[in-house]
């Protein structure tokens, strides 16, 4: 059974620092989100487009997982309801989820973020102290449950976690992860 490592935190917390260490360790596919928006968008961070650029990561992810390969989704995640849908999607397709939460406090974000944009420009995009601020008061924190693999809740009414992932990321099918079950019924797919 594949893993999933799910890396939480806000900007320069150590996510893709993280994500290397994955990456060499289990070893594991690292699907970083900044890298891909930064070469196709030249160094802008369009909304729209960045959200694409994360449903076709995670079609990706959940591909590869399915087929049996640790996979590392450094996104973010700032929300509990992204956390849950993809520990539900992929928990349906038998990978296992880790959500592992990089802390770091603001004045050490601070600092980390300004001598990131002097040292290495190419590899983030500009931040403002006044987008630090904002995004830390929306930003909401995994619980022990989640860190601990606990159980998903159930998805908004009316909803099922897969429809709102796919809602929530254009270009993520989550019938990936259980495509090709071929049997004497289903005739396969062209
Ligand atoms: N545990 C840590 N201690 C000190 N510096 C760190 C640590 N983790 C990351 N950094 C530094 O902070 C900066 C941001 O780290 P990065 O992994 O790119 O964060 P993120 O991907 O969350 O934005 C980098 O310059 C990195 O070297
Ligand atoms: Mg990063």
Redesign the pocket.
């Known amino acids: 059974m594949a893993t999933a490592f799910l890396?939480v935190?806000?900007?320069?917390?150590?996510?893709?620092?993280?994500?290397?260490v994955l990456e060499r360790e289990r070893p594991a596919l690292r699907l970083?989100t900044?890298a891909w928006v930064l070469r196709l968008f030249g160094g802008a961070n369009p909304a729209p487009e960045r959200d694409v650029v994360e449903g076709l990561l995670l079609t990706t992810g959940l591909r590869a997982a399915a087929l049996g390969v640790d996979v590392v989704l450094?996104f973010?995640f700032w929300s509990r309801d992204e956390r849950d849908a993809l520990r539900h999607v992929f928990g349906a397709a038998g990978v296992s989820c880790v959500v592992e939460h990089?802390v770091?406090e603001a004045d050490?974000q601070r600092g980390?973020?300004a001598?990131?944009w002097r040292?290495?420009p190419q590899?983030?995009f500009p931040i403002s102290d006044d987008e630090l601020v904002e995004w830390r008061a929306s930003f909401e924190a995994p619980d022990e449950s989640e860190l601990a693999g606990g159980p998903v809740p159930a998805p908004p009414a009316g909803q099922t976690w897969a429809d709102w992932a796919s809602g929530r990321w254009p270009g993520f099918d989550p019938t990936v992860g259980t495509f090709p079950r071929v049997t004497q019924d289903t005739p396969e797919r062209v």
Not at 13 to 20: E, P, Q
Request: charged residues 40%; positive net charge.
């Open positions: 890396l935190g806000l900007p320069a917390a150590g996510k893709t620092s993280r994500a290397r970083t900044d450094d973010g990089l770091v050490v980390r973020v001598r990131r040292e290495r590899d983030t």
